[in-house]
């Protein structure tokens, strides 16, 4: 595998690390770690699978131990001004893309992992199961329940 069959992934990877990570900082850092490990381990890549699912585990593997990680030592984030918006969307689409999307954001993660890779990314069920080490039927449910509970968040914004 080559370098460029690597960063050929990185419209998808970067899309998938900006829903995981939520903060653009977070999402960049992410990507950049993830193409790192992947660089780094190619050896260890196995010719004839699917790289793009491959490289979407390292990802996910390298968010879930930030996220531990991050439950152990607590930082100063929420005080730091330079993270908040300065003016705020005025078209309605805008407003009610970045509600659907804040609705799959405020999932718990294993539900908001799934949705994105088969909702948003695309991915096949099969891949998912692998990029999530579960089974496919564990996927088909999240992805039910997680399609669930963003309709009851977004709820009268459907009708």
Not at 35 to 41: D, F, G, N, T, V
Not at 83 to 94: A, G, I, R, Y
Not at 115 to 130: F, I, T
Request: hydrophobic share 40%; aromatic share 6%.
């Amino acid at each position: 595998m080559s370098t460029a069959e690597i960063l050929d992934q990185t419209p998808a990877l970067r899309a998938y690390a900006g829903s995981l990570a939520r903060r653009r900082v977070d999402a960049d850092d992410l990507l950049q770690e993830t193409l790192l490990k992947a660089l780094s381990r190619r050896r260890q890549f196995h010719p004839g699978t699917n790289l793009r699912a491959w490289m979407f585990t390292i990802m996910r593997n390298t968010f879930l131990t930030s996220v531990m990680k991050a439950a152990r030592e607590r930082t100063g984030d929420a005080d730091c001004v330079s993270l908040d918006v300065v003016s705020q969307p005025t078209q309605e689409w805008t407003l009610q893309g970045g509600e659907a999307m804040d609705a799959i954001l405020g999932l718990p993660p294993h539900y908001r992992a799934v949705l994105l890779l088969v909702v948003v990314m695309g991915e096949s069920y099969e891949d998912s199961a692998r990029i999530c080490n579960c089974k496919i039927g564990t996927v088909k449910s999240r992805v039910a329940r997680g399609r669930e509970m963003v309709v009851e968040k977004l709820g009268p914004a459907l009708r």
